[in-house]
């Protein structure tokens, strides 16, 4: 249950946690050999609202979603109904620390730029070993089941990812606050508002009118609902004035461009 929930939640850390921390690696290291402290702080909370604004609401996707999500994956032929509540149970645990393990990438690169590579290395070792640990208590001495497991990893990636921005800025100093914490606030509000429209729906398609015995069914239903929140979610975060909602369109209408497809 574990291996195949954590596989799950792999996907959108791969997908926009690491892609957009890789791409900010050269400009942060570049930087830092210049001793641009500002625009080494610029790229950094850019490539984290960008990462942020990608990985939050395929977190929320993932965590509403998981039941379908597991039969998609995993097959619903293969999979008895307890095996898949139990594994999606498990992948909600999951989903609750994508977004800082997402941001613990950018942060690791950071400090790989800044040539303190024994900061994250420490970090790591002594988060890990704590969620070992909480993980332990909660199934040995609380007798919680396996889905306990990644919900202490989430707690260990949460306090590892604020202890690790503290000590970044301890080492570059610190960061606008307003600069931070407006915009991904504004990405939260987008992010929990569109969750609910996906909830909403979904009951209501499940129920009355998808037959999810089938991969048809659950297609359809996957595709409707995770169309409608992630149609909300870009509209809140254009009318929030989130500003990587109109960098995505801008890039998207370009794209299309090239396409000959003119809007």
Wanted: charged share 15%; proline share 3%; hydrophobic share 55%.
């Amino acid at each position: 249950v574990l291996t195949l929930a954590r596989h799950l939640e792999l996907l959108p850390i791969g997908l926009f946690g690491v892609s957009f921390s890789q791409a900010a690696l050269p400009a942060l290291s570049r930087n830092k050999s210049q001793k641009k402290v500002g625009e080494f702080k610029e790229i950094f909370l850019s490539s984290l609202r960008k990462a942020l604004f990608f990985v939050s609401p395929a977190a929320i996707i993932l965590l509403v979603l998981r039941i379908p999500a597991v039969r998609l994956a995993f097959g619903a032929q293969r999979f008895s109904w307890k095996a898949t509540v139990l594994t999606g149970y498990t992948v909600s645990f999951f989903a609750l620390g994508v977004v800082f393990q997402s941001a613990l990438h950018l942060l690791k690169r950071a400090f790989y730029a800044l040539e303190e590579a024994r900061i994250p290395v420490f970090a790591t070792l002594g988060f890990t070993a704590f969620g070992i640990f909480m993980a332990w208590g909660f199934t040995q001495g609380l007798g919680y089941g396996v889905w306990s497991v990644p919900l202490a990893l989430s707690i260990s990636a949460a306090l590892e990812a604020v202890t690790l921005f503290m000590l970044l800025e301890k080492e570059i100093g610190i960061f606008d606050r307003e600069e931070l914490l407006v915009p991904l606030a504004k990405i939260g509000w987008a992010t929990l508002i569109s969750g609910i429209a996906i909830y909403l729906p979904m009951r209501f398609l499940d129920k009355l009118i998808f037959d999810t015995t089938r991969v048809i069914g659950l297609l359809l239903l996957t595709g409707t609902v995770g169309l409608v929140g992630v149609s909300v979610y870009f509209v809140l975060s254009w009318v929030l004035d989130v500003k990587e909602a109109k960098l995505f369109w801008q890039y998207l209408l370009s794209c299309l461009g090239k396409l000959g497809i003119e809007f």
